[in-house]
């Protein structure tokens, strides 16, 4: 790979610049594309010059003097056979001064704006004409004009592309009889294009379905597919505990519950089932709607690698979700005389270090924890299966930083990755090609469609006559939910106190609890289990309760200011509600005035209950990067490639991306080198 620095001219402090815009090498730089053009292949008369052309012009100054007023400015005329226009320069010196004197024939480029008098051109660029000598040329294509910063001018960018199309081969390594399957333009036409387009091909680069511009989206694409399918391929050269049994502990499991596994469940716990008997590790996501019953497969997993003498790590990314994961496998598991115990980083030092003992003894088959599990003082007496929920929460290098723990004489734990925020196909494809999925498609029988409403917060005097009737008329409980104020936890939870204090004022008579992230366990524990037990009535919360809450008595969740939270996580609040046969309500606060972006969002959650349709939507709103977590650094932080505008172009990605895994291995580590920046290292174990 060449870098930038074998380019002439560039120096230390042109390096450092470029590196800001993340240019290292002749690639980047080819994929470094222009933000717009300018036309300067032609000279256009200025009797036909338009207010706000951006245009080349050329003349001979008739006259050129210094005028003072609130600023001193040059002015010039500059005429040519069928009209004249005014140039004009607030900073000059005395040389440009003597430049410019009458009589100087001069090339200009500038946009025309409306003078007091008469079109000029503010600071155009310019070059002094000797018709003694010759003429320099007209540029033969577009000028391309690129995002750059103030110690960085375009003509550094014009003199690189140039040597690199000049002096350098440009290397497709996509094979040539699979760009010819798919009508994919040579790679250095696409980038000559995109850089040095003439006037004819500039109209039709605004479509972003140009053959050139697909090009670049497809090997970006490819290249992101291909990395991450190459970690799949390189954790499948580790070995796994095959954990294979009877099934004893899954059937007494079962036997114990109140409700039947649903059609897609069992079909969903047979895949599992079948990777865990393998010998090479699970890499599994678990996508289901919210209440579609994904804990219950985990429960059923973990009784597999339990029964095979293995430890099983359960990792959530609040401590109220491990706390409510504690609290239902642990009702679940010790009646089988399981034990399971909770790791967080707020248990106390000596309750840590008898956890962290009996994890190192075995003596727990299940631990549940938050990131804790995968800090340097944890380790394990036999770690077969590792279950992360809430995926998005985490990276990448989280989840690999805790398999490496159960790495045991080169003997890998499986991976169960669940989520309950559906990701789309075009994304899971991608940004997920090391997994395989599987869905639960179907929710159990019972359940009650949530009604959605959608009101402004000028109502609210409705929403709380409405909590009094759920709770005391009709022996419900309700949520209430302050979401973010200006991205400050601060502002959140005095949000959350203030609205608790004002909501016990209005309904003296109900039983109001509160519970946010800065509580202390104990605290929110209490707090979850008066809820739970129904001696709260309301809970007022921060979004602190998106997942995990399961309180089948709760009828009517209220979501105030929900024109400041994303589909998903509007979804994933609604599905703290109608966990029952009950008929559920949520209700959507807004502030006036409401922007149209914002009503159409709150509009799809009122009117879809598919947790991937609403998915597919936060897509096309907030991009891959939002869908996927904050957490996934690396994952999909593409240059020119749009998952939503190129989704077209998925299907042949994955085709074509393993038919290049597979036979053509040097060209497929050239392309994740040549896109892939961050060097997710996922394959160093």
């Known amino acids: 790979m060449v870098t930038i620095d074998s380019l002439h001219g560039v120096n230390d402090k042109i390096i450092e610049q470029l590196n800001k815009l993340n240019i290292y090498t002749i690639d980047d730089m080819l994929f470094y594309l222009p933000l717009r053009y300018e036309d300067r292949t032609k000279i256009k008369r200025l009797a036909e010059l338009q207010v706000g052309d951006n245009t080349m012009v050329e003349g001979t100054i008739q006259a050129a003097e210094v005028k003072y007023g609130k600023k001193r400015s040059l002015i010039c005329i500059l005429e040519d056979d069928t009209g004249t226009i005014m140039l004009r ?172 596994l649903t059609a897609a469940q069992k079909s969903v716990i047979t895949e599992i089932t079948n990777d865990l008997r393998s010998a090479n590790p699970m890499q599994r996501l678990l996508q289901g709607d919210v209440g579609s019953g994904k804990t219950i497969v985990a429960a059923i997993s973990a009784l597999q690698a339990i029964e095979s003498g293995y430890q099983v790590a359960i990792m959530a990314p609040t401590e109220l979700l491990s706390e409510q994961h504690t609290r239902t496998f642990t009702q679940w598991l010790e009646p089988l005389d399981i034990k399971v115990t909770w790791l967080t980083s707020s248990l106390t030092k000596k309750k840590r270090e008898q956890t962290l003992a009996t994890i190192l003894s075995g003596e727990v088959a299940l631990i549940i924890g938050t990131h804790a599990l995968f800090q340097k003082d944890v380790e394990f007496h036999k770690l077969g299966l590792i279950i992360v929920d809430e995926q998005h929460k985490f990276g990448v290098h989280q989840r690999l930083a805790l398999r490496n723990k159960g790495n045991q004489a080169g003997i890998y734990p499986h991976q169960l990755i669940m989520t309950a925020t559906p990701i789309p196909r075009t994304l899971a494809m991608t940004a997920y090609a090391d997994l395989d999925t599987s869905i639960i498609d179907e929710l159990p029988p019972g359940r ?104 089948p008595n709760s009828s009517l969740m209220i979501i105030e200011n929900a024109e400041r939270l994303g589909l998903a996580q509007l979804h994933q609040l609604r599905g703290r509600v109608g966990r029952g046969a009950v008929q559920s309500y949520c209700v959507l606060l807004y502030q006036l005035p409401l922007s149209e972006v914002s009503k159409s969002r709150l509009g799809i959650i009122r009117d879809n209950h598919d947790g991937f349709v609403i998915a597919q939507y936060d897509l096309d709103i907030r991009g891959p990067g939002e869908v996927l977590g904050t957490r996934q650094k690396g994952i999909m932080n593409l240059r020119i490639a749009d998952v939503r505008r190129n989704k077209d172009l998925i299907n042949d990605v994955v085709e074509i991306g393993k038919i290049i895994f597979d036979n053509y291995p040097e060209q497929c580590q050239a392309l994740i080198q040549r896109w892939v920046k961050e060097g997710l290292n996922y394959g160093t174990i």
Not at 103 to 122: A, D, S
Not at 157 to 180: C, G, N, T
Not at 471 to 498: D, F, G, H, K
């Open 89 to 260: 320069f607030f900073h000059f010196y005395p040389a440009l001064r003597e430049a410019l004197k009458p009589g100087t024939k001069l090339r200009c480029f500038g946009e025309v704006r409306q003078g007091y008098h008469c079109l000029e051109l503010v600071h155009p660029q310019y070059e002094l004409l000797d018709y003694s000598n010759s003429v320099p040329d007209l540029a033969e294509h577009l000028t391309p004009i690129y995002r750059t910063s103030s110690k960085l001018n375009q003509t550094v960018f014009h003199s690189l592309i140039d040597q690199i199309f000049a002096k350098y081969e440009i290397i497709d390594y996509i094979p040539e009889a699979l760009r010819f399957k798919l009508n994919l333009m040579p790679l250095r036409e696409a980038v000559q294009i995109l850089h040095h387009p003439t006037s004819e091909i500039a109209a039709t680069l605004t479509d972003e379905k140009h053959p050139a511009k697909i090009r670049l989206a497809f090997e970006e694409l490819l290249a992101h597919h291909m990395s991450i399918y190459s970690l799949r391929a390189n954790l499948n050269k580790y070995n796994a505990a095959k954990l294979d049994n009877a099934g004893t502990l899954v059937q007494a499991l079962l036997a114990q519950l109140s409700f039947k």
């Open 448 to 551: 009650t469609p949530v009604t959605t409403v959608v009101m402004p917060n000028t109502r609210r005097d409705e929403v709380i006559a409405r909590i009094k009737n759920v709770c005391t008329n009709e022996a419900r409980q309700a949520y209430w939910v302050c979401p973010l104020i200006e991205e400050s936890e601060t502002l959140q939870l005095q949000a959350a106190e203030e609205t608790a204090i004002k909501l016990q004022k209005s309904l003296p008579e109900l039983k109001i609890g509160l519970v946010h992230s800065r509580m202390k366990s104990k605290e929110k524990e209490q707090v979850m289990d008066a809820f739970i037990a129904k001696e709260l009535h309301l809970l007022v919360a921060t979004t602190v309760i998106e997942v995990g809450v399961d309180v």
